[in-house]
């Protein structure tokens, strides 16, 4: 903020040989206030007070000060009275103009003998101070309330901007209006006004040929790199400027080349790369890969060491990798393609994953399977296995079917789906059961390894059973058990109820 304020001051003198009753009066009054609102960089409103005086005083000083504050600047003030300027008002050797500045604070007092050989100076009247040209006049007032700043397009990475792009600068300032006369605007790169045939103004009144709020540099290089200003013009020779901002040109990367199988595991690859001679500055790396029978890629982003685990791959898999470096300009171009592979399992025979839903008998080591005549029943069987298994279904000891087999018994049918690489699930399906369906079935995995076999126990009634929703699917070998106690509970609470009531009555 800027202000101007006027002060009286006054110093008295007196002769050794006169008494204070020499003093006739002094009497000060602030009669009226001014204010005119002007705005810039550290300048938002100027403040005039108009001082009348009534003063008749012997062998006295008279002190008019006028205060500027919130520029660099030191600013040209004219005192006038009654709207004449000082000089038509009292003669030069009877005032002096002092000027004190410190720091953004500017004072300048005007000093008016009161008394001289052969009468008295006649300083009674309105007493003003006034901005001289280098203070914005009136019409500029609408300019930036806030000091200027510089914002970029694309904006910067940590004051890096990328090669060979374009960029814009724009300096930006609060409230502001165009001005009726003169630039606006004016840029600074180190110190000196930017010029070149990659630069150019755009935006409101680039028309002119005069700078305007936007800069812009395209095909940025080396020589880009620079410390940038912009100032915001309100009047003839004020100019408020924004912070230096350094820019910072920089290429991205160049490309890795080289990528390692370091180790593998059934679920992992740790790779390693090396980088390019014209490699420049690397902040990280960005790794993309995906089986190599795939099309999505995955991505990770790693920091700056030319090593790297990716994890949570699938087994005996081939993965297709590929490697960018970035830095504060972007990334640069990926690597090659490198393929490679993960281990395979460790071998082992076939585990069977157990029906989660079905009753199990814990006796004979089997699950059990109630259905009613005329319906469909499913048998699950989910084989984890490596090597891969050969599977086989069987009826009360006799081979029924295996999983190459299409010579299936009439009303049976089957499925297979792969579930993982290892997994698949393979599903022997009985048609509109009949009583004689009846039995046990079993699934048999083998591979070299060894074996494992999943048992049920499937019994077809002549009456109809009531499918509660679960009777095609597994189900907790602990559900008929939870069933009977929850009955017993409640036969449990029943019995007690009945015990009490006649208790409660009699204490009633």
């Not at 009066?25 to 300048?43: K, Q």
């Not at 003030?77 to 000082?86: C, R, S, V």
């Not at 069977?352 to 029943?377: F, M, S, T, W």
């Not at 077809?460 to 559900?479: F, L, M, T």
């Amino acid at each position: 903020h800027y202000y101007i304020t006027n002060n009286l001051r006054t110093r008295m003198k007196f002769r050794s040989h006169l008494a204070i009753f020499n003093l006739l009066a002094i009497l000060v009054t602030v009669v009226e206030s001014v204010s005119v609102e002007i705005h810039g960089e550290n300048v938002y409103s100027i403040e005039y007070q108009a001082l009348q005086y009534f003063l008749f005083i012997e062998d006295k000083e008279a002190t008019i000060s006028c205060t500027v504050q919130g520029t660099d600047i030191a600013p040209d003030i004219t005192f006038k009275k009654e709207g004449q300027p000082l000089n038509t008002v009292l003669p030069e050797s009877l005032y002096k103009i002092e000027r004190i500045s410190e720091g953004q604070t500017h004072t300048l007092y005007l000093r008016i003998d009161a008394m001289y050989t052969g009468g008295y100076t006649n300083i009674v009247g309105n007493w003003t101070c006034e901005p001289g040209q280098n203070i914005p006049p009136a019409h500029f007032k609408t300019l930036c309330t806030s000091k200027p700043d510089i914002t970029f397009t694309p904006e910067l990475v940590q004051g890096v901007a990328r090669m060979g792009t374009t960029i814009t600068l724009s300096c930006n300032c609060d409230s502001l209006d165009a001005l009726s006369t003169g630039r606006e605007w004016n840029w600074f790169i180190d110190n000196a006004t930017p010029a070149g045939s990659k630069i150019h103004y755009t935006g409101e009144g680039s028309e002119t040929g005069y700078p305007t709020n936007q800069l812009v540099i395209a095909d940025l290089d080396d020589l880009d790199s620079a410390e940038y200003r912009c100032g915001c013009i309100v009047g003839p020779n004020i100019q408020f400027t924004s912070n230096e901002v350094q820019m910072s040109v920089m290429r991205p990367p160049g490309v890795p080349q080289d990528i390692i199988q370091e180790g593998a595991t059934m679920d992992s690859l740790s790779i390693s790369w090396s980088n390019s001679d014209n490699m420049g500055v690397v902040l990280g790396y960005q790794i993309s890969y995906k089986e190599a029978a795939g099309s999505a890629y995955r991505e990770v982003k790693t920091g700056s060491e030319q090593q790297y685990t990716l994890e949570d791959l699938d087994a005996l898999t081939d993965y297709n990798i590929k490697i960018a470096a970035s830095n504060n300009a972007g990334s640069g171009s990926y690597s090659e393609i490198a393929t490679l592979t993960t281990s395979q399992p460790r071998e082992s025979k076939p585990f069977i994953i157990k029906p989660r839903r079905l009753v199990y008998d814990q006796d004979e080591n089997l699950y059990l399977i109630d259905a009613g005549v005329g319906v469909d029943i499913s048998l699950i069987c989910q084989v984890n296995s490596y090597p891969a298994s050969i599977v086989q279904w069987g009826l009360d000891g006799a081979e029924l079917a295996t999983e190459i087999s299409n010579d299936l018994p009439q009303n049976y049918g089957r499925s297979v789906q792969t579930i993982s690489k290892f997994e698949t699930e393979y599903v022997l399906i009985v048609r509109a059961s009949r009583k004689e369906n009846s039995g046990l079935y079993t699934c048999t995995a083998s591979n070299t390894k060894g074996q494992e076999t999943l048992t049920f126990k499937l019994r077809v009634k002549d009456e109809e059973v009531i499918d509660d929703g679960d009777s095609q699917e597994n189900k907790d070998p602990d559900a008929g058990s939870a069933s009977h106690s929850s009955h017993s509970y409640l036969l449990y609470l029943l019995s007690l109820t009945i015990t009490l009531v006649p208790y409660l009555r009699h204490m009633l």
